[in-house]
């Protein structure tokens, strides 16, 4: 186990594209990080260059303290699953499981010690003589995990290992790779562009775009406190509404009506607040006067997109209180915290 | 600092020399030695008689001789090979697209009594080697010139087409693809009143372009470098097809070498130029029987 | 349920059997005789029929001129083993299958490996390794006769300027069978490329990234994932390739002729002489017929022995 650094990496293809742009990360030892963002945004490059299966164009990545930018991937002691877990379908979940330690000559006695190991926790023994064309969705990305784990890599990275889990199995595996880590304490770096995934397991969240770093924080902090409109838009679900305000007077002007102290210096400001920090009031409270347009039931709660002038305005209503939504009739949510 | 480098960022040059992969170093050389029969036809081709008895070989011509084109031309009826070999493969690769998508068609989609049983029994003959079946192949065609239509019977140009009109392979690959093809497409047109015929040429053929530019390859391959049957049955050289002719060729022109491969690069570009024009499809085609075979 | 369908039960059966036949007519039964008729029709002339006369053949004396094929029971099949020719042309078989088959697959092997990646121009470098595809046997051979020509060719010059001995090539019986084998690979080349390339870009990448993370230098990634994985396009091109060597023909026909001191005469060549030139056609099918079920039995072989180690996707 160790740190990972990247110092300034630029990543340009030959034909022009740039992936990546002076990107810099630091991960502290036994630390999870989420790199998060829509694709193209360069956070599988950045996977992949740790990896040692690209190369950068400039700076420097570090594993434990040494510099690894131009070793290969082999020499680096990272283990890596794949999105499409990438189980050699020839070999038996034993070799698969076998493979990396073999490749570096550990006994025999050990290598069996420590798939059956790694086997027990991942709950996949019973599976060891089948081929990866046997085994259940769920089973293929235990045994590509376990692949990972089994080598006690000094980091593991984990490229969108969920999105070809449905729904149900994803949840499952997400807490159970929390769990994991808990119990090994492996520095992960894990990419994703679910930011349920990103919210849940990170410790801290690295949102990227365009080859950039928007913002790297807490979960909390990204939630709570987004440098940009970018990360604004992009975490949290639903999307948080983003407005477009005046302001005047150090007061903001919203579709007519006034908001807290805004910031100096600015003539223009979109405004960000998350529906569920909106509220459904009664016709004739104090509030922002909406038309809703229409809503979609959620069980435990319901999301209402309301038009306010020519924006649209999501707010996340109690489903429970049998909100019934005739053809326009007037809302006025109160303004929250936003 | 900071804001100073971002600033001058956008400097830097657009255009940027990308150093060639050194994997030219070895697919070079490779692909040299792979064409060096071919490359060494050419040159040969282009030398004088004397020049063929040097050794070690003359590497370049002192002035290429093309008319070492036109005299090989003259020596043998090339021309004539060619249109023999044009018109015998056109022929045989017409037939089998029609012929084949119309039985393979059926052996996919019609049920009708004794299918599975005639299927066994085509497929059977796929595995039979030529050399089983030449002789009595010969006495087949002997006795329909004989008592058919002597233009089908040895010595004639029919005796070449008639065997190789239909195949049980065609039936197999046309089968195989059009089972792929959606039934529900073909239900769709029934519905509206379609017949079997018009479903096949209006919904299936169209849809299996790829099939059957597959199996026109194939069978153009096939019929355009055949060899042991022509050499059977065809003894007249007005009827010979480009191999049988160079072959003859080859008989009476022994020492000749740059008329020989004057006469070997012309009966050989007309492949060349159907290779290169048509090569996706070669390439898909032999990379798909073995894939699947 | 009678009411229901009271036209049905009265109309049929007066007209049942001009309702069979034009049944039959307007049915599937007979679109579909009538889409295959034309194709079977062939098929039993030109490829059933003669495989049955050919087994009739096997057991008469026929000459392929006179009428009168008299009946000789086994005699045919009984001739071959002490027809010391065709041993000859049994072992010349094998040894040109044992060569050729191997060398072709390496060599397709390491061509198609070296052209499985992305460098520009690679289309070009592709197409100078599929080229020989397009090239016919006789092309092939014409063209080898001139680069293995004992005193002018372009082998010997390149041994004479390395300073090794030169050879006589063809004209020796001592070396033309290998100048044959190397002619056949070299003309299917092209078609071995084919196929292991297909294969190569059909192993996903992340397998052998996977490896490489894992800690396998490139050459361990090629013997332990690679090579495993092309296993069925390996089995492919050994049975087909031996079938096509163990029927080989027409190169040494153009070449040889079977000589010198018949040190090319291979199976099919025999056989053809045997038909076409000798006229013992009854002979030449009952050897015909010999390496039928020879052919049958090595790919027989090669399949049971091959799905042990190759691996199907899926």
């Known amino acids: 186990m160790a740190e990972v650094e990247y110092r300034k990496v630029t990543r340009r293809y030959p034909n022009g594209v740039v992936a990546l742009t002076e990107f810099d990360l630091h991960v502290d030892d036994g630390e999870f990080v989420i790199l998060v963002g829509p694709s193209g945004c360069g956070k599988s490059t950045a996977l992949r260059l740790l990896a040692g299966l690209d190369k950068p164009t400039s700076g420097e990545i570090c594993v434990g303290g040494a510099e690894v930018t131009r070793q290969g991937p082999g020499d680096r002691d990272i283990a890596m699953v794949f999105q499409n877990y990438a189980l050699y379908p020839h070999m038996s979940v034993y070799r698969n499981l076998a493979y990396g330690l073999r490749q570096r000559k550990t006994p025999k006695p050990d290598i069996d010690r420590r798939v059956r190991e790694i086997g027990e926790i991942l709950g996949i023994v019973e599976l060891l003589d089948r081929k990866p064309a046997q085994l259940s969705g769920g089973q293929r990305q235990r045994v590509a995990m376990g692949r990972a784990l089994v080598r006690e890599p000094q980091a593991f990275l984990l490229d969108e290992p969920l999105s070809n889990l449905d729904a149900k199995l994803r949840g499952q595996v997400r807490a ?14 894990y990419v994703t562009h679910d930011q349920v995934e990103a919210m849940t ?18 979960p909390q902090d990204v939630y709570e406190h987004p440098a940009n409109v970018f990360v604004a838009g ?10 477009p305000g005046t302001v005047a007077e150090g007061q903001v002007l919203l579709g007519g009506h006034t908001l807290r102290a805004a910031p100096a210096g600015h003539d223009d400001v979109v405004v960000g607040i998350r529906p569920e920090s909106l509220r459904i009031a009664p016709q004739g409270h104090p509030g922002i006067q909406v038309t809703v347009d229409f809503h979609e039931p959620l069980g435990s709660h319901a999301l209402v997109h309301c038009l306010v002038g020519h924006d649209s305005v999501g707010v996340v209503g109690d489903s429970a209180a049998g909100l019934v939504v005739q053809a326009g009739p007037d809302v006025s949510p109160a303004p929250g915290n936003g | 600092m900071t804001t100073s480098t971002t600033a001058t960022a956008p400097a830097e040059p657009r255009f940027r020399f990308t150093r060639p992969s050194p994997w030219h170093l070895v697919l070079i050389p490779l692909t040299f030695i792979l064409l060096v029969p071919l490359i060494w036809m050419v040159i040969t081709s282009l030398e004088t008689e004397a020049e063929t008895r040097q050794f070690p070989p003359v590497l370049l011509p002192a002035s290429p001789q093309w008319t070492n084109y036109p005299d090989a031309l003259s020596a043998a009826p090339f021309l004539r090979f060619m249109l023999n070999s044009a018109v015998v493969a056109l022929v045989v690769v017409v037939a089998n697209l029609v012929l084949c998508s119309l039985a393979g068609y059926a052996f996919a ?18 595995m039979v080697p030529f050399q089983v079946t030449m002789i009595p192949e010969f006495l087949i065609v002997k006795w329909v010139g004989l008592n058919v239509w002597d233009q089908l019977g040895i010595d004639h140009l029919g005796a070449l087409i008639a065997p190789n009109l239909a195949t049980a392979f065609g039936i197999f690959l046309l089968r195989q693809f059009f089972l792929t093809i959606p039934v ?7 519905i509206d009143g379609t017949s079997r015929l018009g479903v096949l040429f209006k919904i299936v053929l169209p849809l299996s372009l790829p099939a059957m530019a597959t199996l026109a390859a194939l069978t153009f391959l096939d019929s355009w470098n055949s060899f042991l049957w022509p050499l059977i049955v065809i003894n007249t050289e007005s009827n010979m097809t480009l191999p049988l002719g160079l072959t003859t060729f080859q008989g009476s022109h022994a020492t000749h070498w740059e008329l020989l491969m004057a006469g070997n690069v012309f009966s050989l570009l007309p492949m060349l130029l159907v290779f290169f024009a048509a090569q996706r499809y070669f390439v898909r085609s032999v990379a798909a029987t073995g894939l699947k075979g | 349920m009678a009411s229901a369908t009271p036209t049905a039960s009265n109309a049929a059966p007066p007209a049942r059997r001009t309702g069979l036949l034009r049944r039959f007519s307007g049915s599937e039964h007979a679109v579909g005789w009538a889409f295959v008729t034309p194709a079977t029709v062939l098929i039993a002339v030109f490829g059933l029929l003669p495989i049955l006369w050919s087994l009739l053949l096997s057991f008469q004396k026929s000459d392929l001129l006179t009428p009168e094929t008299p009946f000789v029971g086994l005699d045919n099949y009984k001739q071959i083993p002490g027809d010391a020719t065709f041993r000859l042309a049994i072992e010349h078989t094998i040894v040109y299958t044992v060569l050729f088959v191997p060398a072709t697959m390496i060599v397709g092997l390491l061509i198609a490996a070296a052209l499985n990646r992305k460098v520009r121009g690679i289309s070009i470098y592709r197409t100078a390794a599929y080229v020989t595809m397009a090239v016919s046997t006789i092309n092939e051979a014409i063209i080898f006769m001139w680069l293995f020509e004992p005193s002018f060719g372009v082998v010997n010059a390149v041994l004479n300027g390395l300073g090794l001995p030169q050879g006589q090539w063809l004209s020796s019986p001592g070396q033309a069978l290998y100048v044959i084998v190397a002619m056949t690979v070299w003309g299917w080349t092209g078609f071995a490329v084919v196929i292991y390339l297909a294969a190569l870009q059909g192993v996903p990448k992340e397998l052998q990234e996977a490896a490489a993370i894992d800690g396998a230098k490139p050459f361990t990634i090629f013997r332990t994932i690679t090579f495993p994985l092309l296993s069925p396009a390996t089995l492919f091109l050994a049975v087909w390739l031996s079938i096509n060597a163990l029927q080989l023909f ?17 199976v099919v060549y025999y056989l053809f002489d045997q038909a076409f030139q000798q006229f013992n056609a009854g002979y030449a099918a009952a050897l015909a017929y010999v390496l039928f079920l020879v052919i049958l039995v090595i790919t027989f072989i090669q399949f049971r022995v091959g799905n042990r180690f190759v691996h199907y996707n899926r």
């Open chain 1, 176 to 189: 159970e790779l929390k769990r994991l880590h808990q119990r090994l304490g492996i520095t992960s770096i």
């Open chain 1, 201 to 218: 397991l990170g410790d801290r969240i690295c949102v990227m775009n365009q080859g950039e770093v928007q913002q790297l924080g807490t």
């Open chain 1, 234 to 243: 992009f975490m949290g679900s639903p999307a948080m509404n983003l407005v």
């Open chain 2, 109 to 126: 989609r019609l049920r009708f009594l004794g299918r599975g049983a005639l299927f066994a029994v085509l497929m059977a003959t796929l």
């Open chain 2, 184 to 190: 529900e497409l073909e239900e769709a047109a029934r």
């Open chain 3, 250 to 266: 027409d190169e040494v026909y153009l070449t040889t002729r079977g000589g010198p001191l018949h040190s090319t005469t291979v």
